[in-house]
């Protein structure tokens, strides 16, 4: 089993910056792809940005040159840096991760919210 611990989010002003970590601990060998994905009120959960173990990087079009994915293997977490933040990423924003490219374990999320 493999736990994951979201944390960063938090209220910012549109145009502004925010950085989620994702902790990752127990079968950790295990994990092939960490991602991070969000869900907005209303609407389904989507993919926003995931890594492999080799390093490379899917992201969502809608989030293309303002976030970025990056991961510390010595401290077992994945980031997620958001950038010229805009009202409709407001979501929870929920790590994920697994042993091939569908996820198999969550975090609990943290409220990304975009508001003047």
């Known amino acids: 089993q493999v736990q994951l611990v979201e944390s960063g989010g938090g209220l910012v002003q549109p145009g502004g910056s925010l950085r989620l970590s994702c902790a990752a601990s127990g079968s950790i060998f295990s994990i092939y792809a960490m991602g991070w994905y969000r869900q907005a009120p209303g609407k389904q959960r989507e993919l926003v940005e995931a890594i492999t173990s080799g390093g490379s990087t899917n992201y969502a079009e809608s989030v293309k040159g303002r976030f970025t994915i990056s991961s510390d293997n010595a401290k077992n977490t994945v980031y997620l840096q958001m950038n010229s933040l805009k009202l409709e990423d407001t979501a929870v924003y929920y790590c994920?991760?697994?042993?091939?490219?569908?996820?198999?374990?969550w975090g609990k999320g943290t409220l990304v919210t975009v508001s003047s």
């Open positions: 994920a991760g697994g042993g091939g490219p569908v996820p198999e374990y």
